[in-house]
């Protein structure tokens, strides 16, 4: 075991502080990674508040990870030392479910071991994220960057990439189709830069008529206003998907109105109660809503490979660790465009 620096929260009121954890030897399937850059994400903060009521203490963030392979073991051969990758929400899964079997390890029918906060099966404890100088993975969980992209605004790809790209390779966007991200935040900027990026038709859809600038920078080609009725009436029945990022419960009825007959919302954003959906818009056009989760290893990957081939990665504001605390407050108020990456070298260095 070797001991590091990291940063964690010992209970749901408290901010992160300086904190040692230790990491397992590696092992024969292991890849050993100094950690470059960790993006922050709203997961995180949820665990360190306990909102979804599974958060185990010390709490150590973390899963969009970038670093450098400095060991692998001797089972290892598809990394090598200097290597550049990244780690994402999972470190492992039972890999004999019928789910992990069809790359979908995120819906592992055991558990898959998310990076931080799940159950370890190496020391019996739980996870550490993240938030600290290194991380041991076995190699199936450890994905390879792209060496063109810039490695600390490819650190998002890893949760916010994949959670938004997933439901659009998923359900088939192709050039030509008309497709709405609703909510431009973490996520809702990465939707806009996939489906654009995929040939779709992209709209962004808001409530904030102040975002429409930003949006069509990003690439959507138009922006609605959800408030406006009229805007609304005259968009009824025309998108083909729609990738809805809201992160809180919200009223779906007027999106579903928005659906060509057959077409589908996907939900990637609110992990908690939503408010009542008339059945009649849904019966009226056959049209679905579902949910999406992250990608398993296969798709993850894949995802990577395509922000490498269009050049695609987040839109950042570098901290340091010494300042998660007051990123946080502001990510509550969605004070960031559209992610925080923490520099990992203020880490090591203090």
């Not at 964690?8 to 024969?28: G, Q």
């Not at 990758?85 to 055991?110: P, R």
């Not at 063109?148 to 359900?171: Q, R, V």
């Not at 009229?230 to 007027?254: C, R, W, Y």
Request: aromatic share 6%; proline share 3%; hydrophobic share 35%.
């Amino acid at each position: 075991m070797t001991k590091i620096k990291a940063y964690a929260s010992d209970s749901k009121e408290a901010d992160l502080k300086p904190f040692e954890l230790e990491r397992r030897d590696t092992l024969d399937d292991d890849v050993k990674i100094d950690i470059l850059y960790c993006g922050v994400c709203h997961s995180d903060l949820h665990q360190i508040h306990n909102d979804w009521k599974n958060s185990v203490y010390p709490v150590v963030p973390g899963h969009e990870i970038i670093g450098k392979v400095v060991e692998v073991g001797k089972g290892v051969s598809n990394f090598k030392k200097g290597d550049l990758v990244g780690v994402g929400c999972m470190v492992d899964s039972c890999q004999t479910c019928s789910a992990c079997k069809d790359d979908l390890e995120q819906f592992c029918e055991k558990g898959a071991t998310f990076t931080y906060n799940s159950k370890d099966k190496h020391s019996g404890g739980h996870t550490y994220g993240g938030y600290s100088e290194s991380v041991v993975v076995d190699h199936k969980f450890v994905l390879r960057v792209p060496e063109n992209l810039d490695a600390k605004a490819a650190a998002p790809l890893l949760c916010a990439g994949i959670t938004t790209y997933s439901p659009l390779a998923h359900w088939g966007v192709k050039k030509g189709d008309k497709v709405g991200v609703i909510g431009l935040g973490g996520l809702g900027h990465m939707g806009i830069k996939f489906a654009h990026a995929m040939g779709a038709h992209t709209v962004m859809i808001t409530t904030s008529p102040s975002k429409s600038e930003d949006a069509k920078k990003l690439g959507a080609d138009e922006v609605l206003i959800s408030k406006d009725e009229e805007q609304m009436k005259k968009h009824a029945g025309s998108f083909d998907f729609l990738l809805n990022t809201i992160p809180v419960g919200h009223d779906m009825n007027p999106y579903t109105s928005l659906l060509k007959r057959d077409s589908t919302m996907v939900i990637v954003g609110a992990v908690e109660p939503l408010d009542p959906l008339h059945g009649g818009s849904l019966i009226m056009g056959r049209k679905s809503i579902a949910g999406s989760l992250i990608g398993g290893m296969k798709e993850t990957q894949e995802m990577l490979d395509f922000c490498g081939d269009h050049n695609i990665v987040s839109d950042i504001e570098m901290i340091d660790i010494q300042n998660i605390n007051e990123a946080y407050k502001r990510l509550q108020k969605s004070d960031v465009k559209y992610r925080f990456v923490i520099d990992m070298k203020s880490l090591k260095d203090s």
